[in-house]
């Protein structure tokens, strides 16, 4: 029985960003009544959140986009190879407009709590307002990167300037002109704002903790003939994109690192470094780049010795350099335009926090052990609870009451990274054991919704109204997705894929590592077996 006094729909969708538009657009299309919750005041996800200077994709915006819609992709023009926060953010809007998808988009409403009860077979969904929904399908369109770390230095409070995190900028942006701005952070956000704000700032301090591997995205703008070139077979692109690893074309190399010659292994990286390929395509470099150490070493030293080439003064360029404790691409791959360049400005500098770490933040700037520096803003580049933080946020309970932070204290836990046992009708897009964040985004989305909705298209008409995950089918899959992440380098890097960034989370490599077509064959394989590994009544 439904709660008369909660909004009442087939499915309700919590976050609206590339995810929760398109599950939106596709229960539409399934007939389903449906709601779109979204905690911020516009939708975007992490496009409306993560306005910072730089703020850019490092997948190209090509790829990066809907392919869903034929007129869609033939109609919006991309104007460069990455595409800035702005520009994906006008593109969301542009999607939300032209489906109509407003009506049933809910802003300003923050999911706090959503309880599944078996009698029913509907979950409750509960707003931080207090505000109810009862539906039949809940799905988590929450994202990976979607609860940003706070910092917490002591002293913070004492600060006399303005602090930001990048994953919460002000909307009508920042302007550092004469200040002296400390910045701490060096992950994919810290590395793109670095030179914008070095560029508007008297001064810029880096305080680094570890150095990660950058690559220059190789950025230009895209021409009309390029344009028109991907359009008149959008369809090729977008299938050599579903047969790549990641979900996006980058030309991967199938030969071993170590079956080349010193100069054919040079000629590969300087080829992938330079125009001709920047960002994502330096890991595809060579197949057991991530899987081989003395391959991995090659790239790892391949990319330190670009950072000598381009940073003038030794002893900063050492400092920028990852060092052996973290193999190449292990810790997400930073894709940049001018970072370590602007290292050589007379107004930047670095600060080594591991060597001399950050004791707290005075009322004019920031003490470490052993030095005072005087500043004006900070800047928090500092990351995310990636994976499971927006999920564990919701207080959910399933059958019998189970708590989803109970079960998950060991680490995520799903079946296909797109369903967890013992909360049916549940439904998590691109979560943990999927191939998510090591994929491009919007196309793992894609996979997944398309294959939620299949299930619910055929479920409903079979008269189905509850799914669930059996137990043992998630705890092969758990076992699967271990199995597969230690085949590779990837679960030796402390980085985010691990929860290494956060305190106290447990270390678990949280993607599912074999690959997009790999990952797609075996959804479609379940489905095609009747949906095996669920329950389904
Ligand atoms: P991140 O990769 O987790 O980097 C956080 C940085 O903050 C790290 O350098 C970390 O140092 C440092 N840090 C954290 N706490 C610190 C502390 N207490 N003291 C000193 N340093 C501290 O976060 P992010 O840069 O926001 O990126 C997160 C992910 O978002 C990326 O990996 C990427 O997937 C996505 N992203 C993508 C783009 C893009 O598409 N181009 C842009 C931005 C973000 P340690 O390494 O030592 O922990």
């Known amino acids: 029985m439904s709660n008369p006094t909660s909004t009442n729909v087939d ?9 929760g538009l398109y599950q939106l657009y596709s229960a539409r299309k399934l007939g389903l009544t449906a709601r779109l919750l979204e ?16 703020a850019r994709c490092d997948v190209e915006s090509l790829d990066y986009s809907y392919s869903f819609s034929e007129a869609l992709q033939q109609e919006w023009d991309w104007t460069e190879r990455y595409a800035t926060q702005g520009e994906i953010l006008r593109y969301i809007n542009h999607v939300a407009d032209r489906f ?20 029913a077979r509907r979950w409750t969904t509960v707003a931080q307002s207090g505000e109810r929904f009862d539906s039949q399908y809940l799905i988590l369109a929450t994202g990976c990167l979607s609860i940003p770390q706070a ?12 602090w930001y995190h990048s994953a919460n900028w002000p909307t009508e942006g920042v302007d550092f002109s004469g200040k002296k701005v400390g910045l701490i952070g060096t992950g994919s956000s810290g590395v793109q704002m670095t030179p914008l704000i070095a560029a508007q700032a008297e001064h810029l301090t880096v305080f680094q903790r570890t150095a990660n591997y950058s690559v220059p995205a190789q950025n230009e703008p895209l021409d009309t003939v390029t344009l028109d070139t991907v359009k008149a077979n959008y369809a090729h692109r977008r299938a050599l994109g579903r047969e790549a690893m990641t979900g996006q074309f980058l030309n991967a190399n199938d030969k071993s690192a170590l ?30 780049l991530l899987r081989n150490p003395q391959a991995n070493r090659f790239a790892a030293e391949f990319a330190r010795s670009k950072i000598r080439q381009i940073v003038h003064d030794p002893a900063v360029a050492e400092l920028l350099s990852p060092k052996d404790d973290l193999p190449f691409g292990t810790k997400r791959l930073c894709v940049d335009t001018d970072y370590y360049e602007t290292f050589n400005r007379d107004n930047v500098a670095l600060v080594d926090v591991k060597a001399d770490p950050i004791v707290e933040i005075t009322p004019n700037g920031l003490r470490t052990t052993a030095q005072t520096y005087q500043l004006d803003a900070l800047v ?10 927006a999920l564990l946020a919701i207080d959910i309970h399933g059958v019998e009451g189970e708590s989803l932070r109970e079960k998950w204290s060991g680490g995520p836990r799903t079946y296909l990274g797109v369903s967890i046992a013992g909360f ?59 199995e597969a992440a230690d085949k590779t380098l990837y679960p030796i890097g402390n980085s985010w894929y691990v929860g290494a960034n956060m305190p106290g ?33």
């Open 505 to 537: 989370k447990p270390r678990v490599f949280m993607p599912y590592v074999a690959g997009v077509p790999a990952y797609r064959r075996i959804i479609e394989d379940v489905a095609a077996k009747g949906y095996e590994g669920f329950s389904l009544s």
């Open 259 to 288: 079956e080349v010659t010193d100069a054919e292994r040079l000629a590969e990286f300087e080829f992938r470094w330079r125009g001709a390929g920047g960002g994502f395509r330096m890991l595809r470099a060579f197949s057991d």
């Open 11 to 19: 499915m309700l969708i919590v976050g609206g960003g590339f995810a």
């Open 100 to 119: 109509e998808l407003r009506p049933d988009i809910q802003l300003h409403t923050r999911v706090s709590a959503a309880t599944y009860d078996d009698d």
């Open 424 to 482: 049916p009708n549940l439904f998590v897009i691109a979560g943990p054991g999927s191939p998510s964040v090591l994929s491009n985004m919007v196309h793992s989305i894609e996979t997944h919704v398309d294959w939620i909705s299949n299930l619910i298209r055929q479920t409903r008409a079979d008269g189905i109204t509850r799914i669930d995950a059996q137990q043992p089918a998630e705890d092969r899959w758990v076992g699967h997705v271990n």
């Open 380 to 389: 928090f580049a500092t990351g995310f609870d990636a994976m499971t933080g």
């Open 39 to 54: 905690a911020g005041d516009g939708i975007g996800g992490t496009w409306f959140w993560n306005r910072y200077p730089g």
């Open 151 to 162: 910092p917490k230095f002591a002293g913070l409070d004492t600060f006399k300037g303005n």
